[in-house]
């Protein structure tokens, strides 16, 4: 059964870290582009970054460069999102997706995407 679990979510600080785990059963994501997506009430889903598969390429939404890193740990099924320097604005429901994409992943919108977690609620709060 393919599947995707999100997990490392929660309640921080503005200025504080966090780290999400996106981990795959069923597949392998080391032949997948994996995107990390956020949706905060009422608004649109929107990319936060994701990788590519044929060269390990990254994207990532302006607001987040620099503060946000995506990884993958090929050993243990899983990509990563390092999230520092937390702000108000990323509060969100966090989810990654996978598929196998083509080209450099920031082409691509969560509609390209097949396989999708639950999501990982995250709230920067004082």
């Known amino acids: 059964q393919v599947r995707l679990v999100e997990s490392g979510g929660g309640l921080v600080q503005p200025g504080g870290s966090l780290r999400l785990s996106c981990a795959a059963s069923?597949?392998?994501?080391?032949?997948?582009?994996v995107g990390w997506f956020r949706q905060a009430p009422g608004k649109e889903r929107e990319g936060v970054s994701c990788i590519s598969t044929h060269d390990g390429s990254t994207y990532y939404l302006d607001s987040v460069k620099d503060r946000f890193t995506i990884s993958r740990d090929n050993a243990n099924n899983t990509v990563y999102l390092q999230m520092n320097s937390l702000e108000p604005e990323d509060t969100a429901v966090y989810y990654c997706a996978a598929d196998l994409l083509a080209q450099w992943c920031g082409n691509y919108g969560p509609q390209d995407y097949s396989y999708w977690g639950q999501g990982t609620q995250v709230t920067v709060s004082s």
């Open positions: 069923g597949f392998s994501l080391n032949s997948r582009a």
